[in-house]
């Protein structure tokens, strides 16, 4: 089991940045690939990136290549996303997400996940 609480999401102007925190606890929690997905209203739940369980692998949606980064700091078992550049159409629920399988290198479905954070909003305005 892993549970995890997300943290960091808010308003911002375009242009501006926000960094979103994951926390992870439970027994599989550092072995497992992390990401975090987001869904607009109305909208599927669409990937945005992912890293692997050790941290050394990221793989990113392409519209955030370049804008978004993730890291993971194993030692307290929380995953950051880094998101710079915002643009309005940014504006979701952001999900953290944890693999289902230990020792992932990545997710990028929903069928990749085993585990869901509560969600944390995401609101970037003109």
């Known amino acids: 089991q892993v549970q995890l609480v997300e943290s960091g999401g808010g308003l911002v102007q375009a242009g501006g940045s926000l960094r979103l925190s994951c926390a992870a606890s439970?027994?599989?929690?550092?072995?497992?690939?992390m990401g975090w997905f987001r869904q607009a209203p109305g909208k599927e739940r669409d990937f945005v990136g992912t890293?692997?369980?050790?941290?050394?692998?990221?793989y990113y949606a392409d519209f955030v290549k370049g804008r978004f980064a993730l890291s993971r700091d194993n030692a307290k078992n929380t995953v950051y996303l880094q998101m710079n550049r915002l643009k309005p159409e940014d504006t979701a629920v952001y999900y953290c997400a944890a693999g289902r399988l230990p020792y992932g290198n990545r997710i990028t479905t929903i069928t990749d996940v085993g585990y869901w954070g509560q969600g944390t909003q995401v609101t970037v305005s003109l």
């Open positions: 890293v692997s369980w050790g941290g050394r692998s990221t």
């Open positions: 439970g027994r599989t929690a550092s072995t497992s690939a």
